[in-house]
């Protein structure tokens, strides 16, 4: 499932995000990829450790966390630190590469299978040319440029690139999510049900047979493939 999420940011978030990253110590975004993953890559990147970073980590968390959405779209068990990544000039472009199946956190902190990749845009389509994120998909490459606080999710088994950034900068954020519920398809289903189930419930109300019905098979599927 590759998913547009609107607004993750406020105007007001993505203002103060794109002040700290005009500050921030950019180095080669290689520093952080696996060996074929760095056979592509040509960008920077923020270290995962510097100041700006955590900040912009919280910034970011905070707007996952209040997204129904995100939530519903996701089902998150683990999300990983989010990091920043800036395309322009001579470190422009990624090539096509496939995210590692598990990402290793700093530190020893631990681990996340990365059932779902994710970019956040920082930087509104307009201010740059080229820099679309092309994910491979069964029906064809999907194009994404997104404007700024807006996220995609899409599968971490997923082929994608970021196309050479010939005007401007993009800058974005991406992290990786393992979810409840491993399998795409069945996060699609149940993703399918509870938009349908929300629309649902605000005509018809929350005490509805019906509603009440579909509600208690959301979550008994829920119960049969959630992995806690």
């Not at 990624?94 to 779902?116: E, K, P, Q, W």
């Amino acid at each position: 499932m590759l998913l547009h999420i609107n607004d993750l940011l406020t105007p007001e978030e993505v203002h103060r995000a794109r002040a700290i990253l005009a500050v921030a110590p950019w180095q080669d975004g290689r520093a952080t990829s696996g060996e074929q993953a760095a056979l592509a890559k040509n960008n920077e990147q923020l270290p995962e450790g510097c100041e700006e970073a955590r900040l912009l980590q919280e910034l970011v968390l905070r707007g996952l966390e209040r997204h129904e959405v995100f939530f519903s779209a996701s089902l998150p068990r683990q999300v990983s630190p989010p990091l920043f990544n800036r395309y322009g000039g001579a470190a422009n472009t990624f090539g096509n590469h496939v995210d590692s199946a598990v990402r290793f956190l700093r530190n020893g902190a631990g681990r996340v299978r990365t059932d779902i990749s994710c970019t956040l845009f920082l930087a509104d389509p307009d201010e740059y040319d080229g820099g679309e994120l092309v994910v491979e998909d069964t029906y064809g490459d999907k194009r994404v440029k997104l404007p700024a606080g807006d996220l995609v999710l899409y599968p971490g088994t997923s082929v994608h690139r970021v196309e050479p950034v010939t005007r401007g900068h993009r800058l974005a954020c991406f992290f990786w999510i393992q979810s409840m519920v491993r399998s795409d398809e069945q996060r699609r289903l149940l993703f399918d049900m509870d938009m349908h189930l929300r629309r649902l419930r605000s005509g018809a109300g929350d005490a509805d047979p019906a509603v009440v019905g579909l509600t208690g098979t959301y979550h008994n599927l829920l119960r049969m493939w959630v992995d806690t």
